[in-house]
């Protein structure tokens, strides 16, 4: 998924081209899905280790630790990322200006 991503924003970049509308909002969905997988597989491999594990200057832990503080950058918020997409299926302004002047032509 997050491959797919970065080829169409690499693609979009070499092109000039800028994500609006849908397209903008699906990139946001998808990565705010895939910070959410990421911090649900290190959590799951975070709770299975044994106790020796969890503490001192174990890599996982380090893992866990950066999954997590990415995961709350306001642009991988899921909340964040999924309020537009609900404002343009009901046809409400989203509040971006790249979405908004896409669907209002």
């Known amino acids: 998924m997050v491959n797919n991503i970065m080829e169409y924003?690499?693609?979009a970049g070499i092109s000039g081209e800028r994500p609006v509308g849908a397209t903008r909002l699906n990139l946001a969905r998808d990565f705010a899905f895939a910070s959410r997988l990421c911090l649900a597989s290190v959590d799951r491999l975070s709770g299975m280790m044994g106790?020796?594990?969890?503490?001192?200057?174990n890599v996982v832990q380090g893992y866990c630790r950066d999954c997590r503080t990415m995961s709350t950058h306001r642009s991988l918020q899921w909340d964040k990322c999924m309020s537009p997409t609900g404002?343009?299926?009901f046809g409400l302004n989203t509040g971006d200006p790249f979405v908004d002047n896409e669907a209002n032509d």
């Open 87 to 89: 404002k343009l299926l």
């Open 51 to 57: 106790v020796t594990d969890q503490i001192g200057r």
């Open 9 to 11: 924003l690499h693609k």
